[in-house]
């Protein structure tokens, strides 16, 4: 009998007179029932119909159809014996109803069962259909994350209509099918400037995969820190690591934090992709190894907030081997296929040899079997399409790599740099942009934002918040929500089936998901929240 990892053991039901195929995770499949209970729960009153219940990000198309299916605390959750990528989709989906549905322990009654059945061929990378009927939920998807991302779906349409006096619930019938718009959907966090541990950051992981995205960059170093540890080169970590803005303690990820964290992000169905940032923002390296300068002389370490202060000694054959032991040994760590190299505001680096140099990396990334990205300075000195630029300041910088065939992360910084503040009351964050509220973030089309960019070479979008200004993951918290939930739309859901004030008022009906996340999110005035957080900081 399996059982799942910090749930309910499982309950096994009726076996067949033919025992079926054993898998590598469950003992049966849904021949014999692999089923797990939630135990005691919650109920509700009236409820709309399923096309009126909030969902993020808005799904392809839903479709109501008449009577209802009871959800309960005791649910069977049924994984088909050909759909052994369907259990982590299954033990999210039980965590998550037991908290919707505020599940104590106590056995509540038992609804129609959920199914996980075989993958579907007809469906494309990541997409899924969700069918509710009376006398069962059906889940089918194409892949892994197409089943985690049913398992979401479900667990907002519980929260939509969870109360607190009866048990089961009762969702309305009806038909979502779903797929994603880009196949890049990602957050990164600047870990550089503020350092934050591991089971600060294991949170976010969790809120965006929530919200469906697939991509989680971490900014690993910068002038002021160095956050993974090198083997061939301890002092990085030692000396590196040991600064942070404003002159606190810093820290860094050893190779098992940093793999722990992979490990999480992959089992939610994000990727993780590190960025090591040469050969500018570098000062944290400098200051650990002196060979890396062109005068020799160890760098003193950096604890402001101003950009584009050092560089790599780009005549030193010393920076070549730096470069190709770093990324030979964080490529060895990340089974994903992305090493980021930054390469952004590189003012000290002189332009041909800097254009060189990330010539010279890009050769380094593919010679560890990884695909390098960059920041939008990288497709000025590198234009072909055996890389991925990511866009963050002048559009038409990408345009020569696009041109060639490389594809395109959009990351405005008027879009998606939500480590701007939301408005003048909001106690964190840059400002050198002015404000970004929630409209802004959400009411933009990539597709044609960037003039002159063939929309088919646009890979996906990404969120950043960069963290100089943000000093605690409390912060980064109240920076990113809800605005993530706009990036999270804007980057899954069809162009013309967005609307912002429709968004707005589903926003506002998802404050419990906010809060059963357990995050500290602003009420900005943007939002007609149904109720005070417990937990944001805001006015």
Known sequence: MFIATDVPPAVIGRAPTTRPKLLPAITWGLACVAAWTLNGC???????????????????????????????????????????????????????????????????????????????????????????????????????????????????????????????????????????????????????????TVDQVKPLIDAAAALKLNRFHLHLTDDQGWRIHIDSWPRLSEVGGATEVGGGQGGFYTQAEYADLVDYAA???????????????????????????????????????????????????????????????????????????????????????????????????????????????????????????????????????????????????????????????????NVWAGALDIYTAYDWDPDTYAKGLDSARILGIEAAVWTEKIPTIADVQLSLFPRLLATAEVAWSDQARRQVDDFITRVASLQPLLDQLQLNYYQTRDIPWPAPSTSATAP
């Open 42 to 196: 919650s109920g509700n009153g009236e409820i709309p119909p399923l096309t009126d219940l909030a969902v993020i990000p808005l799904p392809t198309s839903v479709t109501d159809q008449p009577g209802r299916a009871a959800l309960g605390c005791n649910t069977l959750i049924q994984i088909d014996d050909a759909c052994p990528d369907c259990v982590p989709a299954g033990q999210e989906l039980i965590v998550s109803i037991r908290q919707a549905l505020q599940c104590d322990g106590k056995r509540g009654a038992t609804g129609p069962p959920i199914r996980f059945l075989a993958p579907a061929t007809d469906l494309p990378p990541e997409s899924y259909r969700l069918q509710i009927q009376p006398d069962q939920i059906t889940v089918a998807a194409s892949d892994t994350n197409g089943y985690l991302y049913a398992a979401q779906t479900l667990r907002q349409l519980a929260l939509a209509v969870a109360a607190d006096d009866k048990d089961p619930v009762q969702l309305p019938a009806g038909v979502i099918e779903d797929r994603p718009r880009y196949a890049w959907r990602g957050l990164m966090l600047d870990v550089a400037r503020h350092f934050f």
């Open 267 to 429: 089992r939610r169905g994000m990727i993780l992709v590190p960025e090591i940032d040469m050969p500018g923002h570098i000062n944290a390296a400098l200051s650990a190894y002196g060979i890396l300068n062109c005068d020799g002389v160890p760098a003193d370490p950096y604890t402001g907030t101003d950009v584009g202060i050092s560089s790599l000694c780009l005549d030193n054959d010393a920076s070549r081997q730096f470069a190709a032991d770093v990324i030979g040994e964080v490529a060895a760590l990340t089974p994903g296929p992305y090493i980021h190299i930054g390469g952004d505001e590189a003012f000290e680096a002189d332009d041909v040899l800097y254009a060189r140099f990330i010539s010279d990396i890009r050769d380094i990334v593919a010679d560890n079997n990884k695909t390098m990205i960059g920041w939008e300075e990288a497709a000025e000195a590198v234009s072909d399409g055996t890389w991925i630029a990511q866009q963050w300041l002048l559009p038409e910088r990408i345009l020569p790599a696009a041109a060639a065939g490389a594809p395109i992360i959009l990351s405005p910084y008027d879009r998606t740099y939500l480590s701007f503040i939301y408005d003048t009351d909001f106690p964190v964050g």
